[in-house]
């Protein structure tokens, strides 16, 4: 038994990549699924191929169309789970799409589209589904709750090529922390991953060497290497783990350990304001001479433009 039988899991951006992977997994454990992506038909096709390997595998599965970050297709999505399975246990955001460039000429729109997609996309879910599970809470209806974000480590360190999507990433982490410190009153867990994978998004432009599958062996960035981890995540044996940040590839997960704040320096003369004369003398015990500024970002290719 893997704690998922029967669980309904609603996945967004699924018909594809990381998602895909996700479901089939959720599915092959147990887990009803309901697979969201984009109202286009490329995307469409691969929603119903999906869908449809599900239930040829013997598993339940439902194809709900829509931007996931419009809140009227997500109010849809919601419904139409609602509707058919009748509750919902488990939600992973995941849908989104890059638009590379350095902050020197992203335009407006890149930006904008980036965000929307990423961190609006997450919030419009995140507040559907916590707001769902409180209301049952309240009612005294027993509730299962797991919710799932998509990061990238673009959010740690920044990412100089991808300004719009390392800014909605860190969002993203910092939003799902607050949903974990409100849910973890109801039993419900909110966890972020940081994957890497070979998929659509990842084998066009600066990344499509990195993430090439070897002549032979084991492929460290199939997305199939970082779907266990969301299945682990929803099941019941991980019910303890919420607040937590996941890099996960290949055959590695990394738990991301919480940003230290080093000591205090406090103003030598006192409770008073700072004076530049001050602070450069008491901040040169940590600029020293070992000091080097921080310019070592995510380890990606910088596109170019
Ligand atoms: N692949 C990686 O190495 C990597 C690394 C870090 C983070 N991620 C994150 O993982 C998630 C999945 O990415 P992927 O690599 O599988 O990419 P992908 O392009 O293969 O899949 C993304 C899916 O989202 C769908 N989508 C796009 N816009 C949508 C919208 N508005 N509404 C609903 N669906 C939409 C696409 O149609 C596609 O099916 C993304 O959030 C991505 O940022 C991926």
Known sequence: MSGLDGKVAVVTG???GLGREEVLDLAAHGARIVINDIDLPDAAEAAEQTAAEIRDAGGESLVVLGDCADSQ?????MRKT???????????????????????S????????????????????????TSYWRSKAKAGEEIYGRLISTSSE???YGSAGQPNYAAAKSGIVAM??????????????????????????TSVGPTAEMFKAPAEGFHHFDPANVAPLVSYLSSEKAAHISGEVFIVWGNMVNVLKRPTILPPHVN???????????????????????????HDGFSMPIPQG
């Not at 407006?108 to 879910?125: C, T």
């Not at 922390?177 to 909110?190: D, S, W």
């Open 14 to 16: 699924a018909g594809r």
């Open 73 to 77: 297709h997500a109010e849809a999505l």
């Open 82 to 104: 609602l509707d058919t399975y009748g509750d919902i246990n488990i939600m992973v955001n995941n849908a989104g799409f890059l638009r590379d460039k350095t902050i020197f």
């Open 106 to 129: 992203m335009t407006d729109e890149e930006f904008d589209s980036v965000v929307r997609v990423h961190l609006r996309g997450h919030f419009i879910n995140m507040r559907n589904v």
């Open 154 to 156: 673009a959010a740690i």
């Open 176 to 201: 799902t922390m607050g949903a974990a410190q409100l849910m973890i009153g109801y039993g419900v867990t909110c966890n972020v991953l940081m994957p890497r994978a070979e998929t659509d998004m």
């Open 268 to 294: 030598p003369a006192g409770e008073e304001k700072w004076s530049l004369d001050g602070l450069h003398e008491s901040l040169s015990s940590h600029f020293n001479e070992d000091y080097k500024p921080v």
